[in-house]
């Protein structure tokens, strides 16, 4: 008995010393003057419900996000994660992984969320195998072919498309803008690194991510106890934007009808647009 008493104080002690010791391993000091709640608590501010007799105007329209501009840069960095602070390709990758977001085909001519697609589907089809032609470092110092396998790297996508509806609710009496989808978007270069187009990679349905993006902080250069969320940055339009595309009868882009400054010029005649809308409803 008393044998019995001794192993059952020897094993209970041993697990308290692991125990401790993980403990103490866990424990770090707080990087900060205070314990940062607001954003791990944060939830999506809920959408305004519309009824379809109040929504009297539409326009949808598609945007194309140059992340390298620089008040879009806090899309981009940073490129290695600190302090809860990660780009927003790190941000849907790791929803993605995680099962928080789903992704959808983006080879679907009409930009709908038709077909979901797995982490490990696009993970395998952005996978790069590329061929490199090699010389020995010995007699006869010939040259040799050897291929290379490359993952995907968050950091390759500097451009991201928005599919959004501009309407008029009668009901308030004011035009809004929703985000529906976001399309990271890759650039697609031959084997010599010459830039060949854009690869759209995936779709995510935007009101599906926002639960993700509102607990995830973006950089305010003007102040670091002020930070924003990505939620906040689309809901709010902190960001800089051009037109590629507008519902119509041809479903076509403006790149195959227009080319350099027209193409621009049409983008801002687009915007020009549904500014005016809104603006003509008032009497001054």
């Not at 590329?130 to 006869?140: A, K, M, S, Y």
């Not at 040799?144 to 009901?171: A, G």
């Not at 906040?232 to 350099?260: L, M, Q």
Request: with cysteine.
């Amino acid at each position: 008995m008393k044998k019995f008493v001794a192993i059952v104080t020897f094993l209970s002690l041993t697990i308290a010393g692991v125990m401790s010791s993980q403990a103490q391993v866990v424990s770090t000091p707080r990087d900060g003057v205070y314990d940062k709640v607001n954003i791990v608590d944060k939830r999506p501010i809920p959408y305004v419900f519309v009824r379809e007799a109040d929504y009297i105007w539409s326009r949808r329209v598609w945007r194309v996000i140059d992340m390298r501009e620089k008040v879009n840069q806090p899309f981009y960095y940073p490129e290695v994660p600190q302090n809860g602070w990660r780009s927003l390709m790190t941000i849907i990758m790791d929803g993605l992984k995680e099962g928080q977001i789903t992704a959808y085909d983006a080879s679907v001519p009409t930009d709908e969320f038709l077909v979901p697609i797995t982490y490990e589907e696009i993970m395998s089809r952005l996978a790069r195998t590329d061929t490199v032609q090699l010389q020995r470092t010995f007699p006869p110092y010939d040259y040799y072919d050897t291929i290379i396998h490359s993952e995907f790297n968050p950091q390759d996508v500097k451009r991201i498309r928005i599919k959004e509806d501009w309407f008029f609710d009668k009901q308030r009496s004011m035009m809004e803008a929703r985000v529906l989808g976001i399309c990271p978007v890759r650039d697609n270069l031959d084997e010599n690194g010459n830039f060949r187009g854009y690869d759209p990679i995936f779709w995510v349905y935007y009101p599906e991510a926002r639960e993700t993006f509102a607990k995830a902080e973006v950089y305010n250069p003007q102040n670091d106890a002020q930070r924003l969320t990505y939620d906040d940055v689309f809901w709010k339009r902190i960001f800089h934007s051009t037109v590629y595309k507008e519902s119509n009868r041809f479903d076509r882009r403006i790149s195959e009808y227009a080319t350099g400054i027209d193409a621009l010029l049409e983008s801002e005649r687009i915007n020009r647009e549904i500014l005016q809308y809104e603006h003509d409803f008032w009497e001054f």
